[in-house]
């Protein structure tokens, strides 16, 4: 089928690949469902809504992530490879894509997935990846990173905290749990490109509320660690592929792909809002969801309503000054009851990003 309006839910296949293509419509078609293969990107947009599934290959992934940020449908998209591979994975996260298959190698395992797209909503894994990044130094995006975790642990919920700066001192020294047994960045390695998302929650060391941190690993080494794109790109992934929420503490060079939302700090104060200005408006040409929390600080100049016409953009949550709380986190790290201005700040940002 070819009409961009299918009666049923369709197995939409996008694929730029003529030959990959015609694989994937054949396994397509082996299922129950309308098969709607979309070769204009200018259709994307209008064939995903109602879709039961996506193929799409590396030609193709951005588009769909494109049109999957205009709307709030949500259907599980399966990346596909022509065999013999590789599978570009960058490609694959870009588009939120649940697995990869290389075809017609995999068929029998892309099959699978397909039927298991039939599964309830609600017994299928649901998850959010936000990004924090400071419009400037000095912000505390790693704190406000933290905090994000701590409280969606708080809730019952599952936490991953990332560490993905790349000059950082270790995440887990702000959650106070640097001698607790787990892998660092420097011990995490993928022989085979794949990770799975409950063997990651495994391997991580831990604070005691549940929040599992990835983070940087103090070294005295001559050579750093230097986290490679590509392996950030696959971890956070695979957390976005598992239960849970996955908080990445990032610069703006270093957001992952994968990231649903990128939650931009900024401090009340000319040169910080100028900064965030600008950077909401590459985000933005990005196509990235963006949610802007305003900084507090002693010296601070600029009230919510000059920000938000500075950069253009409205400020969701408000971190007033909390005294105490850096003198609290160098003894013992992040308290796990949160001040309730941070707390408070930190739910105003999870319940927007649907978390």
């Known amino acids: 089928m070819n009409a961009l309006h299918p009666e049923s839910a369709a197995i939409v296949v996008a694929i730029g690949d003529e030959a990959l293509r015609a694989e994937a419509v054949h396994a397509a078609a082996a299922t129950s469902h ?20 996506v193929l799409v290959d590396s030609l193709m992934a951005r588009v769909v992530a494109a049109a999957q940020r205009t709307h709030t449908a949500s259907m599980p998209v399966l990346f596909l490879a022509a065999d ?61 990173a933290a905090a994000l975790a701590r409280t969606q642990c708080a809730t019952d919920g599952r936490a991953l ?34 990770i799975d998302a409950a063997d990651l929650y495994r391997a991580l060391p831990s604070a005691p509320d549940g929040v599992a941190v990835l983070s940087a690993a103090r070294s005295t080494v001559a050579d750093p660690f ?51 200005a600008q950077l909401l408006v590459q985000l933005d040409a990005a196509r990235r969801s963006c949610v802007v929390v ?24 408000e971190l007033p000054t909390l005294r105490g709380l850096t003198r609290a986190v160098e003894i013992g790290g992040l308290p796990q009851r949160l001040p309730a201005a941070l707390r408070k700040a930190a739910s105003a940002v999870l319940e927007e990003v649907g978390a």
């Not at 560490?163 to 106070?176: C, Q, R, T, V």
């Not at 696959?234 to 990032?250: F, I, P, S």
């Open 161 to 194: 905290l990332v560490d993905a700066h790349p000059h950082s001192g270790g995440l887990d020294l702000l959650l106070g749990v640097e001698a607790e047994p787990g892998a660092r960045w420097p011990e995490l390695t993928v022989s085979d490109g794949s």
């Open 84 to 144: 013999p591979g590789p599978i570009d994975y960058e490609a694959a996260l870009a588009c939120h894509a649940e697995s990869a298959f290389i075809i017609p190698a995999q068929v029998k395992e892309l099959l699978a997935s397909i039927a298991a797209a039939g599964a309830p909503q609600e017994t299928r894994p649901g998850s959010a990846t936000i990004a924090v990044v400071g419009a400037s130094g000095g912000v505390g995006s790693s704190t406000f």
């Open 34 to 53: 309308d098969v709607l293969t979309v070769t204009d990107p200018r259709d994307i947009p209008r064939s995903l809504p109602g879709a039961y599934a």
């Open 226 to 276: 230097h986290l490679e794109k590509d392996l950030l790109a696959r971890v956070v992934g695979a957390a976005h592929a598992g239960e849970g929420l996955c908080v990445v503490d990032c610069t703006p060079e270093t957001i992952p792909d994968a990231c649903t939302h990128v939650v931009v700090l900024v401090a009340a104060e000319v040169r910080s809002a100028a900064a965030a």
């Open 294 to 317: 305003l900084r507090q600080r002693q010296w601070a100049s600029l009230s919510a309503a000059e920000v938000e016409r500075i950069v253009h953009s409205a400020v969701l949550a």
